[in-house]
């Protein structure tokens, strides 16, 4: 049975604005570490939120807990024990890592190919390559809640999606995940690929 692009969510619906939201989350919370306010605003959505439901409701719960028991120095030294420091980070937060074991490579040519089809250009101030899974979860949030209904399309959702998140999405949280000093990020990566594997349910149902 084919499925129209309105199947997943109609455009402008509240549904759109959740994963737009979402998806803007995860970008801010991989490309730094977060200030004490985003810490408070996570905390603080406990306090209004539903704490009961499926895997996702979980971890999104456990993801706030774990922003109210943390301070900015705990996350900043996590973040930067996870992603930073000088030569090969414990986990890389690039797709061409995962695709090609190696950063720069094809994976990231074909990303850029596709990103200049729908009108995207690198910002050579954010300083990381599109690949960065922050910048691609921007892209996401931008396709998801953009006002430009030629390139802001459900399809070109999917198609970024399947292209270039899912392959290595899941891993690279599972290996955030496996690093047991971790508090905040690994609960963001727990949440993180419940999200990608909700995200992909739903886009399966546009084949």
């Known amino acids: 049975m084919q499925h129209s692009d309105d199947d997943l969510a109609a455009p402008g619906s509240d549904e759109d604005a959740a994963r737009a939201d979402l998806w803007g989350l995860l970008a801010l919370l991989f490309i730094a570490p977060p200030s004490q306010q985003i810490l408070l605003q996570l905390a603080g959505k406990l306090a209004s939120g539903n704490t009961q439901g499926g895997a996702l409701q979980l971890a999104w719960s456990h993801l706030l807990h774990t922003a109210g028991a943390v301070t900015p120095g705990q996350v900043r030294d996590e973040f930067e024990t996870l992603f930073g420091g000088t030569g090969r980070p414990a986990v890389y937060v690039y797709g061409s890592?995962?695709?090609?074991?190696?950063?720069?490579?094809?994976?990231?040519?074909r990303l850029r190919a596709d990103l200049q089809d729908i009108g995207l250009a690198r910002r050579i101030d954010l300083g990381e390559s599109e690949d960065?899974?922050?910048?691609?979860?921007?892209?996401?949030?931008?396709?998801?809640?953009?006002?430009?209904?030629?390139?802001?399309?459900?399809?070109?959702?999917?198609?970024?999606?399947?292209?270039?998140?899912?392959?290595?999405?899941a891993q690279m949280c599972e290996a955030i995940e496996g690093d047991r000093t971790a508090q905040f990020y690994r609960a963001l990566a727990a949440f993180t690929r419940e999200f990608l594997q909700i995200e992909q349910m739903a886009f399966d149902l546009l084949d």
């Open 132 to 169: 960065h899974f922050a910048i691609l979860a921007e892209t996401m949030r931008f396709l998801i809640a953009g006002d430009d209904p030629v390139v802001c399309t459900l399809t070109r959702q999917r198609d970024l999606f399947q292209r270039h998140i899912q392959p290595w999405g």
């Open 97 to 109: 890592f995962y695709l090609a074991g190696a950063l720069h490579e094809k994976p990231l040519a």
